[in-house]
């Protein structure tokens, strides 16, 4: 079913109300812009020597970070990937502040201690990227417990993690315990099909990872993960089937068109590959089916671009012109 629906050139919705809902709509597609933009920057300052350490991006992936995280309420708990840019823009963090993060200075959303991969934002539920594959699913699970001891109702945690990081101890271990203590965790596997370079075929026997969520007693959904209305809505499924009935598996399946980091020459796929994903993006997926049903117009899809692209180039001129983290708060919150 999925596997048909991947190269659909328009996107499905089933509850047609929301198609009533401009508001939301406009803000979908203001988010999968500003994400598809704000990454392809970081991309270009990267190359300019202007960001340290190194960058791991999500483009082609931006409706999975969306359409999960507005599916959310603003009180969830959200872990995130080291390629969590969509995750946490589509969860409401502010993209002066992220900018600001990546590029090392004291007004970023973590005062320049985390960069690209370590983006946190409490206020917002994010309580952080992580790394380590595959580590923000127990994480996860700590934050769900906390809500389950202190008797906290509608309110979920969820675990963003790919198909790579599913093979993980961890991500097993932290499905059993999520299922035996039932708890309130949607475990979010963004399957993109490579992890770094190696395809799932050639990682798995078994390619259907849906099916793993039977071996932990707990239901699964999946979607076409580049339409951005089935994400949001098979999304909103999954959290409320786990505000009622415990953890549940939610599978996206996705495609990342960008390499696996900065370093990544893409050797291992063709261009023909990459471009025939590309031609399905969830950006102009998007775009065309709001056209298609005249929900939007042509001028309102050209003023959405303009004014995303503005709010980009905002953000870099507010983290380019911020100030350096002083040596003199180097030991400001650190533990051990």
């Known amino acids: 079913m999925v596997k048909d629906l991947l190269f659909s050139h328009s996107c499905v919705c089933k509850d047609r109300s929301l198609l009533s809902d401009k508001a939301l709509l406009r803000k979908m597609l203001e988010n999968l812009m500003i994400v598809r933009k704000f990454e392809e920057k970081v991309f270009e300052l990267f190359g300019k020597g202007l960001i340290h350490g190194t ?8 409706a999975t970070g969306v359409g999960t995280a507005m599916a959310l309420s603003p009180d969830d708990f959200m872990l995130v990937t080291h390629r969590g840019h969509g995750q946490v823009i589509g969860k409401g963090c502010g993209i002066n502040g992220m900018m600001a993060e990546i590029l090392a200075k004291r007004t970023g959303v973590c005062h320049g201690r985390g960069g690209s991969m370590h983006i946190a934002d409490f206020d917002k539920g994010i309580l952080g990227a992580n790394g380590i594959v595959g580590a923000n699913a127990p994480i996860a699970c700590g934050a769900a417990m906390t809500l389950k001891l202190k008797g906290i109702k509608n309110r979920v945690s969820v675990a963003f993690f790919g198909d790579g990081a599913s093979n993980q101890g961890a991500v097993h271990e932290s499905m059993n315990f999520a299922s035996v203590k039932n ?17 799932i075929s050639n990682a798995v026997k078994e390619t259907d990872l849906a099916k793993r969520a039977a071996g932990y007693g707990m239901k699964s959904f999946e979607c076409d993960g580049n339409d951005v209305l089935a994400v949001y809505e098979t999304a909103g499924k999954a959290r409320a089937h786990v505000l009622g009935n415990g953890p549940c598996l939610l599978v996206e399946h996705t495609y990342r068109t960008s390499g696996h980091s900065k370093s990544d020459g893409n050797l291992y796929r063709t261009k023909e590959e990459i471009a025939g994903w590309e031609a399905v993006n969830p950006v102009a997926r998007f775009s065309n089916f709001l056209l298609e049903n005249k929900l939007f117009t042509r001028e309102e899809i050209d003023a959405a671009d303009n004014h995303t692209a503005d709010s980009i180039d905002k953000a870099v001129e507010y983290g380019l ?3 350096d983290p002083s040596p003199d708060e180097v030991l400001n919150n650190v533990f051990a």
């Open 55 to 62: 960058i791991h991006l999500g483009i082609g992936e931006e």
């Open 183 to 199: 708890l309130p965790v949607m475990f979010c596997l963004i399957n993109n099909t490579y992890g770094m370079s190696t395809h």
């Open 321 to 323: 012109s911020s100030p």
